[in-house]
């Protein structure tokens, strides 16, 4: 167990009282797994489900969380847990290994339509071995190192008896809108479809007998008000009509986020670098689309792309490129590769290697077949349309027409994992260490996956299973550095854009600790 870790919530933390905040579009299930389930209010659900273990926010060294005690097998595959005898569903039923052994189950369902899922919990997790109602161990099906083998193991249970202990085949259908309850501080509330979700508190929550957990999760309720526009939504936080409002974005930071509200105190901003690994983020190639297929294309859209400009003008110098496939894991980031630079002369030598030698009428470049140079850029937000607008201006010079084309919210993100775009600009979170499975694997380039680019290649999917596999530190580093050579190779993820930090404007009726957040903060 560990009882001895930094405690690092604020003793002078008041319980009670409503938290308003917005979401941009209403969820499109309430379930965490199947079609339609990895949009953004995602992260809310999962929020309210405990793992075994939690890792410390600072010092990353583990803690109790559904699991008291764990011990490891010195066979590198199994790691035995004790529950907690106090941990309980929200509906008030006792958290058993009975949970733990029906989510495996579950996941492996084909009636869930998630195929990441079903390999998983298939290939890496082998099982679980129940020796009674608290006390388990769960197997992986190759060795791993413990740094490695404590994240894959740290599970978190699914209520057997919501699911009448067996997944049905109409699931998807079924439980859409069937919220699961919960082993955390919150569950599902009232919800008004369009309008808004909101999150309860769980009332004499067993988790406060754990002292990590003390002076954390608040507030009573917490109520996220759909509201679509950005700009109309910071309209209704200056009301006071939100309580909080997300200012990642420059353009509000620096220009809206300003005035007597402001300048008075009545409104606080709250800005907090951390140390949290970095996804992907930038220009995501459909690999199906004919055009794209042309690695000189592809190439050639790398250098048409002036994201310099974008950081620089529309983003106040305060984001930082990003070289290669996701940042900030250390050793298992490929230092040598840079993205490739905005080169007007280099693109065009790209697109003519491709054929497209000649000039349409209006600039853009046309083969011998007279068809043009042109591509569509989805993208999922308006606050995008300055940078979106600034890559499609500087592609011009180039000769390379971008179509924009905006797809808001969880429809957008839909339509991304259904493929249906040609390029899109996406910006995708991350684990300590980076997965590459979900993304470049062949056996996942299908549709509702996050294989975005439809990529397949076998020699990366040897290297990715090898890297799944290794139990060797230093030599899984060494093929993660491997998998982002291809990556980069391939040009069908272009870096843009990363982001240490994150920022927030508050009322002051919400008081924030003197130590804004902690090294994993995400979020304010």
């Not at 997790?125 to 791993?144: E, F, L, N, Q, R």
């Not at 220009?255 to 951390?274: E, Q, T, V």
């Not at 910006?427 to 499975?437: A, C, E, L, N």
């Not at 919400?510 to 902690?518: A, D, E, F, R």
């Amino acid at each position: 167990t560990n009882v001895n870790a930094p405690l690092f919530s604020d003793p002078a933390a008041k319980q009670g009282g409503t938290y308003r905040l917005h979401i941009k579009s209403f969820p499109l299930t309430m379930r965490t797994v199947g079609p339609d389930s990895n949009g953004g209010f995602r992260g809310w659900l999962l929020g309210t489900t405990l793992a075994l273990l939690e890792m410390h926010p600072d010092t990353r060294e583990y803690l109790p969380s559904l699991a008291s005690h764990w011990a490891f097998e010195p066979d590198n595959k199994t790691v035995y847990f004790k529950l907690d005898k106090e941990a309980r569903w929200s509906d008030g039923v006792p958290v058993t290994t009975e949970d733990f052994a029906f989510m495996i189950e579950m996941m492996r369902s084909e009636n869930l339509h998630a195929p990441w899922y079903s390999d998983y919990y298939t290939n890496t997790i082998s099982g679980i071995t129940v020796y009674d109602k608290h006390t388990m161990a769960v197997h992986t099906k190759d060795p791993h190192n413990r740094e490695e083998l404590i994240q894959y193991v740290n599970l978190a249970p699914r209520p057997k008896h919501f699911y009448g202990g067996k997944i049905p085949e109409d699931y998807v259908k079924r439980y859409n809108w069937k919220p699961e309850p919960t082993t955390g501080p919150y569950r599902v509330g009232k919800v008004k479809k369009g309008k808004f979700v909101s999150f309860e508190k769980v009332e004499n929550w067993w988790g406060y007998n754990n002292h990590y957990y003390k002076n954390r999760y608040n507030v009573d309720t917490i109520l996220l008000k759909v509201i679509r526009d950005d700009d109309i939504a910071l309209k209704h936080f200056q009301k006071g009509d939100l309580d909080a409002f997300p200012m990642l974005f420059p353009s509000i930071w620096h220009h809206k986020a300003r005035g007597k509200l402001y300048d008075n105190g009545y409104i606080h901003k709250a800005w907090l670098f951390n140390k949290t690994p970095q996804g992907a983020s930038g220009i995501w190639l459909n690999l199906n689309v004919p055009l794209l297929q042309n690695l000189n294309v592809r190439k050639g859209i790398g250098h048409a792309l002036n994201f310099k400009k974008v950081i620089d003008q529309v983003l106040f110098g305060d984001y930082v490129r990003q070289e290669t496939f996701g940042s900030g894991h250390g050793r298992y980031d490929n230092q040598t590769i840079k993205a490739p630079r905005y080169d007007i002369d280099q693109a065009i030598s790209f697109f003519e290697e491709a054929g497209f030698k000649q000039l349409d009428k209006d600039g853009i470049r046309i083969n011998e077949k007279g068809e043009r140079l042109s591509i569509e850029l989805t993208y999922l937000t308006k606050m995008h349309n300055p940078r979106v607008v600034i890559l499609k201006e500087e592609a011009k010079k180039t000769g390379l027409e971008i179509e924009l084309k905006l797809i808001e919210g969880a429809t957008g993100f839909k339509a991304l994992l259904e493929k249906k775009f040609e390029m899109t600009l996406l910006m995708m979170s991350s684990s300590m260490i980076p997965h590459y499975w979900e993304y470049f694997h062949s056996v996942n380039a299908k549709p509702q996956t996050n294989n975005f680019t439809g990529y397949q290649d076998e020699v990366m999917d040897e290297l990715i299973d090898a890297y799944d596999k290794e139990f060797d530190l230093d030599k899984k580093a060494e093929l993660s550095q491997e998998i982002q050579q291809k990556i980069s190779e391939s040009y069908s993820v272009i870096p843009a854009f990363t982001v240490p930090f994150s920022r927030a404007a508050h009322w002051r009726w919400v008081h924030l600790p003197n130590k804004l957040g902690t090294g994993l903060s995400s979020d304010i």
